[in-house]
């Protein structure tokens, strides 16, 4: 089966610009989440999806973060605007059912998007 | 507040030495605990599950409810282990609703020499 895929792998942007990240989880995944890794430290959630609604954006910094996932499937997350900080490793993940031919329980990652603002 | 530490950044040790990963919890409840590991150029991947009581590539993990902790343990490292590790509970249910989360610690990377 396809993995999670991401694109693009790697952006380079200055601070104040705006940037978007797409998100396209594993066939049949209802649950996708949206992490930030900032170097040296762990994957933070920033959002979590259940189908097309949102289950947890506590994290999310909703003055300049915006994600959606309009039918259900593939998630965009656009941060604007981009500030130094913001540099990090955006992680995306699904979760699915047994139906789904994946463990219900495991989270599957892509392999995350590389952020780097000047 | 729901947190994990893991208190060394860096583990260095050489081949077929034992190695343990210590994760230590603050939790409320009773946590489903995870290790997810993250080789070189590879995606964050799960390692191994609390409740499941298995070893995945000679890693165990024993969860003590008394101690809060879910250390990561293999008796002899290969080199191919090297690598960083994160432990991660779980809170939230796994039925229908899927609304649970991870929660990672910081991660511990695993250095092993020849």
């Known amino acids: 089966e396809a993995g999670v895929a991401q694109s693009p792998r790697y952006k380079i942007i200055e601070k104040r610009q705006s940037v978007a990240f797409w998100c396209n989880p594993i066939s049949g995944h209802a649950t996708l989440y949206w992490y930030q890794q900032i170097l040296g430290q762990g994957p933070k959630l920033l959002i979590q999806f259940q189908n097309n609604g949102v289950v947890d954006d506590s994290q999310l910094p909703k003055d300049r973060f915006s994600a959606e996932r309009l039918k259900g499937v593939d998630s965009t997350l656009k941060i604007q605007p981009a500030k130094l900080e913001d540099s990090a490793v955006y992680l995306c993940a699904s979760r699915g059912h047994s139906w789904a031919g994946t463990k219900p329980y495991e989270q599957y990652f892509g392999p995350g998007t590389r952020l780097t603002v000047t | 507040a729901q947190r994990v530490t893991q208190p060394e950044k860096l583990l260095s040790v050489f081949k077929g030495a034992p190695v343990e990963l210590k994760c230590n919890y603050s939790y409320s409840g009773s946590p489903e605990l995870f290790w997810y590991v993250q080789y070189s150029r590879q995606r964050l991947q799960l390692l191994l599950r609390?409740?499941s009581r298995e070893s995945i590539k000679g890693f165990t993990a024993d969860l003590n409810k008394g101690e809060t902790s879910f250390h990561l343990k293999k008796p002899f490292a290969q080199e191919e282990d090297s690598a960083m590790y994160y432990c991660?509970?779980?809170?939230?249910?796994?039925?229908?609703?899927?609304?649970?989360?991870?929660?990672f610690g910081q991660g511990t990377t695993l250095q092993v020499k020849p």
């Open positions: 991660a509970p779980y809170s939230g249910g796994h039925g229908s609703s899927n609304t649970g989360k991870l929660i």
């Open positions: 609390h409740i």
